[in-house]
């Protein structure tokens, strides 16, 4: 899985782990926290960010990330080993989750076609084709972070945590 990744350590759990490893097989309980992440991530979309709600968009209705679920749907977890990675292969993915600031991916040169242009006075005029610099991002993007655990999902992992070492235990 390339794309953005999420990592989140928990000593405590990883003791707990590590002293019932070889009594019990994890991979069901890593395929379950990845799940609740996953989960998790989906109501952060709904919600429009948590725990504190994104930034409103400036030049259109609607909400941010929504438009066409393609990110929120990208969202996959993966077990390797001792190890789950919850993350998504969309490229860019890290844009909303850091932000931007304007120009930071640089200047390029565009090509723009001949086309008709109509003055603030209404007089409708030619422009030639040409070509312009443009600095992308054209403007700052805000953060709007969507892949995060919520301290009510680190409860719920640890609580289906408890079961698996409770159940190895036995």
């Not at 066409?68 to 749907?73: A, D, E, K, S, V």
């Not at 390029?108 to 242009?117: E, G, K, M, T, Y």
């Not at 422009?127 to 805000?142: D, K, M, Q, T």
Request: glycine share 10%.
């Amino acid at each position: 899985m390339s794309g953005l990744l999420f990592e989140w350590h928990s000593d405590e759990l990883e003791k707990q782990l590590n002293r019932v490893a070889g009594r019990i097989g994890n991979a069901e309980m890593l395929r379950l926290a990845g799940a609740i992440v996953r989960e998790s991530v989906r109501t952060n979309f709904a919600a429009g960010g948590r725990p504190r709600k994104w930034k409103r968009l400036k030049t259109r209705q609607g909400q941010p990330l929504r438009d066409t679920g393609r990110l929120q749907n990208s969202v996959t977890s993966k077990v390797s080993g001792n190890v789950v990675y919850v993350g998504t292969n969309v490229v860019y993915a890290a844009v909303p989750q850091f932000g931007a600031k304007k120009g930071s991916f640089g200047e390029f040169v565009v090509s723009v076609a001949a086309h008709d242009r109509t003055a603030k006075t209404g007089k409708q005029y030619m422009v030639r084709a040409h070509s312009r610099r443009v600095r992308l991002p054209r403007g700052n993007i805000p953060a709007r972070p969507f892949l995060l655990v919520q301290d009510e999902d680190r409860v719920e992992i640890e609580a289906v945590s408890a079961r698996y070492i409770i159940k190895g235990n036995q």
